[in-house]
């Protein structure tokens, strides 16, 4: 009889065969496993241990053998428990955003104010009067939510909230314009992020793009000459992520509000971000401000809930009462609807605002941070990791720019200060590659022969862990 190799314990190796395995009965009986199955359940460590040996067996069959082979033959019982604790890992986790990029698309956009974040605990796990009238005792409608605080911060008649921007967009073109025709400027034919463009919206609502005016320059004539009996609605674009400059053109906001008048035409702009204050201080003035297009006469807006707002994943649609009743009684709405932790989410950043409380809003926060702040934390983390590393990498802090994301404010940025690390022996991509496979993952920015640390989006209580991963990743 040959002898298998006992599991956790090396054997004379004569090169792998497949009758050198243990089978799944023998794995699962060793002291390690039999705990890990008590912890997890036995089902997923047999499917784990199953997956270990099918691979040791394919590549057996493929003639592999070496020092790494024989490595994972020797340490059975610890290769399932890595298995399992990868079929147990989550898919979506935190990471510590360490690039500087405050409404970072790929991170998961604003991030959620502790209070917003206790309204969702708070709905989410208990019953809530999501749809019931609690004055009535009686069915209710979920579209109230949010609404008081919309409706003031914006000086809004009613407004409505969906899933996100495009869909705001999709269901007041569908409501508004399905079956005729839109007027937008040909400047304002956008795409943002790869799915959202303009034209494809619009083919989906139903409604007829009508282009006027050219790429660079559009006069109201352009717009007045195109309206015919299947105009339904004038169309405005924030060209939130890209920045047209030298000969341009654009009719003032009063000029379209005046034209949709006359021709008794809703004009609709869609805003993208969504600012709710003035950031002008911050550099953000080219962001326009929603509650400044309302007053401007425009009938209906549309922006995100995660972008400058700093909220939860939303679209919101504001306005005139009749208008965005039609969005409201609209089909489409029920599916384009949000969940109970959106509207808790959204609610309690929305309130916020109202009590002018801008530090409990994260991306708010972020953005006002001041290079002097951030160099402060830079040089300290600087510090605590010269004295650890004793000279395996270069550390130095110096000067850079933060930038805003979330397609807004192309073109601007916000002064800060940089930890720029320059490993021994180590490219930044390899840096950067260990740093994403920590925990929590550390996202940077590598610039040519240099990984980049901008501390402006890492919390300061996410500073331990990401020293933690940086002296991990550079030892
Ligand atoms: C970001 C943006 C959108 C899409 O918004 P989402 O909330 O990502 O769906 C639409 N229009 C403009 C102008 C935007 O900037």
Known sequence: ????????????????????????????????????????????????????????????????????????????????????????????????????????????????????????????????????????????????????????????????????????????????????????????????????????????????????????????????????????????????????????????LEELVALGRRRRLPLVEDLGSGLLVDLSGQGLAQEPLAAASLGAGVDLVTFSGDKLLGGPQAGIIAGKKKLVERCRRNPLFRALRVDKMTYAALEATLRSYLRGGLEDVPALRLIRLTAAEIGERAEALRASLEKDLAGGAALSVRAGQSVVGGGSTPGYSLPTKLLVIAAQGMSPAELAARLRRAHPPVVVRVEADRVLVDLRTVFEDQQTALAAALRQALS
């Open 1 to 252: 009889m040959p002898t298998k190799p006992q599991t956790g314990k090396r054997t004379v190796w004569r090169g792998p065969r497949l009758r050198d395995l243990p089978s799944v009965d023998e794995l699962l009986r060793s002291e390690r496993l039999r705990r890990l199955a008590e912890e997890v359940g036995r089902p997923l460590v047999l499917a784990a241990a199953r997956q270990v040996l099918a691979g040791l067996r394919e590549q057996i069959r493929r003639g592999r053998s070496g020092p790494e082979f024989e490595s994972v033959l020797a340490h059975l019982p610890e290769e399932v428990t890595g298995e399992v604790r990868e079929l147990l890992g989550l898919s979506l986790q935190p990471v510590i955003n360490a690039t500087g990029v405050v409404l970072h698309t790929n991170l998961g956009r604003a991030p959620l104010g502790r209070e917003a974040a206790r309204g969702v605990f708070e709905v989410a796990t208990q019953y809530s009067n999501l749809e019931f009238d609690l004055g009535k005792g009686a069915r209710g409608r979920r579209d109230v939510h949010a609404g008081k605080f919309l409706d003031r911060l914006l000086g809004a008649e009613a407004s409505l909230v969906v899933n996100n921007n495009a869909a705001a967009v999709l269901l007041a073109l569908n409501t508004l314009a399905e079956g005729g025709e839109v007027v937008v400027s040909r400047g304002e034919l956008i795409e943002i992020g790869e799915s959202f463009r303009i034209p494809d919206i619009m083919a989906r609502s139903g409604a007829v793009l009508r282009e006027v005016g050219t790429t660079n320059r559009t006069r109201i004539g352009d717009y007045a000459r195109a309206l015919n009996k299947q105009t339904r609605l004038l169309l405005r674009v924030h060209p939130s992520n890209f920045r047209l400059e030298g000969f341009t053109a654009r009719p003032a």
